[in-house]
């Protein structure tokens, strides 16, 4: 599963694990890059009570405010998240003066953000967050780039990033077709957008794990 980049990569993080410290690393990256699957796979090569990861896909815009409007057809799109809500977490994971805090999750089997569902004590050394625009240079995301003490770019090879898209639509409830099209469509408008960023993060990861 590792790569020589992954290896140095968690070789480096390791060292950065001070005791008393915190560390926030990011995961960014395209649709179906595997971004998900590349933070879990992170948080597990740690003992218990060493990292929490933190997506920002909890973040979403709910339906409820999205509803009728062009951003449902984009859904997913930059401007498509709560980008003050992430920062203001972000902020108070960095800040660690609080007992824990609470962060949202995105549900996919609801297609919905739920408040309050990943608890972040204190004490936890390493906060891995994930999601596709960390490194994008607008505002307020510039900000959220300045709370992360590293921006690792999971880079997947495009027919593999197509296929997880498609896949993952149709597990959730689109026929193939729809699939495809969203795939193509608004996913592919904000890879280009994503890729974009990639210069800007501190390490390139490879990554070519099936599911994610």
């Not at 099209?181 to 390139?204: K, S, V």
């Amino acid at each position: 599963m590792d790569s020589p980049e992954i290896t140095e990569a968690m070789d480096a993080l390791r060292r950065r694990l001070v005791p008393g410290t915190r560390t926030i690393l990011g995961i960014a990256g395209t649709p179906g890059s595997g971004k998900s699957t590349f933070a879990t796979w992170i948080q597990q090569q740690f003992g218990p009570g060493t990292a929490v990861v933190v997506p920002m896909d909890g973040f979403h815009l709910g339906n409820a405010v999205i509803e009728g409007t062009p951003l449902r057809r984009r859904k997913g799109a930059i401007d498509t998240f709560d980008a003050g809500g992430y920062l203001s977490l972000l902020r108070r994971l960095v800040r660690r003066d609080e007992p824990v805090v609470y962060a949202p999750e995105f549900r996919r089997t609801l297609d919905e953000p739920v408040a309050a569902s990943i608890a972040v004590p204190a004490d936890i050394p390493l906060v891995i967050t994930e999601g596709n625009y960390l490194l994008a240079d607008q505002e307020p995301w510039k900000e959220v780039r300045a709370q992360l003490d590293e921006v690792w770019f999971v880079d997947t090879p495009q027919e593999l990033r197509l296929h997880r898209l498609v896949a993952r639509h149709v597990s959730f409830g689109m026929d193939p077709a729809a699939a495809v099209a969203w795939a193509a469509g608004p996913d592919e408008a904000n890879a280009l957008l994503i890729q974009a960023t990639r210069p800007a993060a501190d390490r390139i990861i490879p990554w070519e794990q099936e599911l994610e």
